[in-house]
């Protein structure tokens, strides 16, 4: 699975939008890109994918170069609660797993 | 809610002994997988299982052992309990094998 990189953390005022970005130059032609979240010791939880074409979901949308090489997961409207761990995974079909890296800690201030 | 149930939710046991965590998936969901999750090594994936076969193997060690039953629940036990097993154990499932998991709250394991 290709490798990813993300800022260490980001800081959003609330009722802005988030841009969290991540690098992921080495993905292949056939991997997807997820992101996921995770508040504060809680389970993971998946937020939005996608192969080439841009994305959008209740939650989030997701932006993807042309080249592919990079991503941006966008909260259009940041709420306190959007305060979590933000993690770009790369995961080509069949039987692989999530590899999740450091992720980028986003905090969403008043 | 993610639909993934987990039990228990905290675990507190000695070294040497042996635990046994609980996860139930999804309704439909043939998938489980199980993370691991400690202070200084992330969010690590241990084993997946589809319908009741292993079908993927990630950083386990061999004190630990998982199984999907016919029901499509899943067990993992961990022996030989030592103090840096203390961590957060998640469960996930999915469909298939999907990148979009499901995970569970997780199971908060203290080993003293």
């Known amino acids: 699975d290709a490798k990813t990189t993300q800022p260490t953390s980001m800081d959003c005022a609330e009722g802005r939008a988030a841009n969290l970005p991540c690098n992921h130059s080495?993905?292949?032609?056939?991997?997807?890109v997820y992101w996921y979240r995770q508040i504060h010791s809680q389970g993971p939880q998946y937020i939005i994918h996608g192969l080439k074409n841009n994305e959008t979901n209740e939650m989030a949308s997701l932006i993807i170069t042309e080249d592919r090489k990079s991503s941006t997961l966008i909260l259009p409207h940041a709420t306190l609660r959007d305060t979590a761990v933000y993690y770009c995974i790369v995961k080509g079909t069949g039987f692989q797993k999530l590899v999740f890296g450091t992720g980028t800690r986003l905090l969403v201030s008043p | 809610d993610s639909g993934v149930t987990q039990t228990p939710k905290h675990l507190i046991t000695a070294t040497g002994q042996r635990v046994t965590l609980r996860c139930s998936p999804r309704s439909g969901d043939l998938s489980v997988y199980w993370y691991q999750q400690s202070l200084d090594q992330g969010l690590q994936f241990l084993i997946q299982?589809?319908?009741?076969?292993?079908?993927a193997k990630g950083n386990i060690l061999e004190r630990f052992s998982a199984q999907q039953f016919p029901d499509l629940h899943s067990e993992l036990n961990l022996s030989s309990l030592e103090l840096g097993d203390s961590a957060l154990y998640f469960c996930?499932?999915?469909?298939?094998?999907?990148?979009?998991?499901?995970f569970g709250p997780g199971t908060r394991l203290t080993v003293t």
């Open positions: 299982y589809y319908n009741g076969e292993e079908r």
């Open positions: 080495t993905i292949s032609g056939n991997e997807y």
């Open positions: 996930a499932s999915s469909v298939v094998d999907r990148g979009e998991q499901y």
